[in-house]
């Protein structure tokens, strides 16, 4: 039975599990790329009872070895493969999405260190070392991560998330929060939907990297499910979402980085200082920002940790509510996404 995510998804974009040409170049995936994004889009209750997932499981070490072979990698090439049980991820909030998957279990590696994403951080000689040891690398992919285009792109054990035709998506907004074509904004893990369908993801190839603890995986990724239904729920339950609609609730940003909170939290969008936290506001947007402001709301602001919190003094009345999105002051996604949540629906009121 597939899942209401996988239902909102078929609606939001065509369900294609056609994957890119240059997947199939990729022999040392050593499995099946259209399976995994299959797992995607199930419930946990599901991905148990799955072929595929079954076939990870229960595949003892020459069973895989034996496919693999048929599949047309040269045996040598096969032994290097079942050698390696570890995977590493690139970046924090994917890293906390791992270890929801492996607690009680092994760890992923952590290429980047927290508060390191999209352009900031690079990667050591030993990170390279860990990328080539690894069974698989996941990450994000381009539109984030820049930083590890170079090295990953190409990497034949890596994954890029972005690559699926899956997830919901959506688009970089201007400053006046209107819809910019052709473009993705890429912090898809703050949408609780997509967040589940990446730990699905995640137990899949911690279970074909790692068999030994395949059950303990399939528990952890169910158990996240619950907690994250639990928390979405949780917040929902509070007056200020469940009586509103988002034209009720408007806000602005400094930066548009929480978009994918949105429809969970009802709110609504009016603007942003800049398109790039890393670029000052222009006094015109400061100007734009009071002329179209509702009229006599103390508006709410989300800010980014590394915002210029003194400049917007100059849009009083006015509540804050500073957030990291790459949750880099957490250790734990549930704990993170739910405090986020809860603090900007307490200033959005």
């Not at 072979?69 to 079942?82: F, L």
């Not at 639990?230 to 917040?235: D, G, L, R, S």
């Not at 609609?245 to 942003?272: C, I, M, V």
């Amino acid at each position: 039975m597939l899942s209401l995510f996988h239902q909102t998804f078929s609606k939001q974009t065509a369900f294609n599990q056609t994957l890119p040409q240059k997947f199939a170049k990729k022999t040392l995936r050593a499995f099946s790329l259209s399976a995994l994004l299959g797992i995607m889009m199930l419930s946990p209750t599901s991905m148990a009872d799955n072929a595929y997932y079954k076939n990870a499981k229960y595949q003892n070490a020459e069973d895989i070895k034996t496919s693999l072979i048929n599949d047309g990698i040269a045996p040598q090439t096969v032994e290097g493969i079942m050698a390696k049980t570890e995977i590493a991820v690139s970046n924090y909030p994917l890293w906390l999405l791992s270890e929801a998957v492996t607690k009680n279990a092994p760890s992923a590696k952590l290429l980047l260190d927290a508060g390191d994403i999209g352009h900031h951080g690079s990667l050591s000689p030993s990170d390279m070392k860990t990328v080539q040891d690894s069974r698989y690398v996941v990450w994000f992919g381009e539109a984030l991560e820049t930083n590890l285009e170079q090295t990953l792109t190409n990497a034949p054990n890596a994954i890029s998330l972005y690559d699926f035709d899956a997830f919901n998506r959506l688009p970089f907004r201007d400053v006046q929060a209107k819809p910019i074509d052709d473009t993705l904004d890429p912090h898809i893990w703050l949408d609780p939907d997509n967040a589940k369908a990446i730990v699905r993801a995640l137990g899949v190839l911690h279970a074909r990297a790692n068999p030994k603890y395949a059950e303990t995986y399939l528990q952890n990724v169910q158990e996240f499910e619950q907690q994250m239904n639990e928390a979405v729920a949780n917040v929902q339950a509070s007056a200020s979402v469940q009586n509103a609609t988002p034209a009720s609730r408007p806000y602005w940003a400094y930066h548009d980085a929480f978009a994918y909170l949105e429809p969970t939290l009802k709110l609504n969008l009016l603007g942003s200082l800049t398109i790039d936290h890393h670029l000052p506001p222009k006094a015109s947007q400061f100007r734009w920002l009071q002329g179209t402001r509702p009229t006599g709301q103390t508006m709410c602001m989300v800010l980014q940790t590394d915002s210029n919190q003194k400049v917007v003094d100059k849009l009083k009345p006015l509540r804050t509510s500073t957030h990291s999105e790459d949750m880099s002051n957490f250790n734990d996604f549930i704990t993170s996404w739910q405090t986020i949540a809860r603090q900007i629906n307490e200033c959005v009121r």
